[in-house]
């Protein structure tokens, strides 16, 4: 397109203007995840590449690989090498956007325009499972029942699960071992963030009853001590 190909004037607004501006009004944490779709999926392809320490991870649902002869997957290819994503996150949806019939073998050996944009993302997915020497975190699905409209939504979620796969806690058995795994979970899911994430005050606060409910008193103690050491401006912690 004519008017195409501003993506690094947007990016130097995000990285130069944008993430100041919010970082000195907000409360924000530092971790960063970059969602685009279509040409915004091939943006955050491209910050991936030449922005890849200024977000955590990344999403990029059905993107428009085929933008300038697939330069961008071109670039990937060119300068891949060990460590390059390491610490990163990637998924990538793929959208069936292909005529009744097709199929994903027949559409790789297709060298028709109308096949061209999966294609492109067809040879992005190969490209990054080929080379994980790279060490990015890679998911991927090919959602053949949603096409380039409906797909973001569902590409959304299960990117979250992937990305996040170390987030949740495990509370289906609540033993005397509970708060010291919660607590050793937090470590792991700090260390994946890339900062300290404090244990839940109203995860902490239920096991706090739950021993109690069992009198085991001391570890309730313990779960309500951690709650006053973490979250001492809480009223609630005290009670």
């Known amino acids: 397109f004519d008017t195409s190909g501003g993506g690094p004037n947007f990016m130097k607004f995000v990285q130069n203007e944008l993430f100041p501006y919010i970082e000195s009004n907000y409360p924000t ?13 091939l943006t955050s392809m491209d910050a991936l590449l030449h922005y890849t320490d200024l977000f955590n991870s990344f999403i990029s649902i059905d993107p428009s690989m085929w933008w300038s002869d697939q330069s961008l ?8 090498k060990k460590g390059m994503f390491k610490g990163k996150s990637m998924y990538l949806g793929i959208a069936n956007t292909m005529n009744k019939g097709t199929t994903i073998a027949s559409a790789k050996e297709d060298t028709s325009f109308d096949s061209g944009h999966i294609r492109a993302i067809i040879a992005t997915d190969e490209f990054f499972k080929a080379h994980p020497e790279n060490e990015l975190k890679y998911g991927s699905k090919y959602y053949p029942k949603e096409d380039h409209g409906t797909v973001p939504l569902i590409t959304a979620y299960d990117a979250f699960r992937f990305i996040f796969d170390f987030y949740r806690f495990d509370r289906s058995e609540f033993d005397d071992t509970t708060l010291e795994r919660f607590i050793a979970h937090n470590e792991i899911v700090s260390k994946s963030m890339g900062y300290d994430v404090m244990p839940s005050e109203t995860m902490v606060n239920g096991m706090g009853y739950g021993y109690m409910q069992e009198e085991k008193f001391e570890m309730a103690e313990s779960a309500f001590l951690l709650n006053v050491k973490n979250y001492s401006k809480s009223g609630n912690v005290y009670d």
């Open 29 to 41: 944490a530092p971790y960063r995840m970059f969602i685009g779709h279509s040409l915004g999926g």
């Open 73 to 80: 997957l071109k670039e990937l290819e060119a300068q891949n």
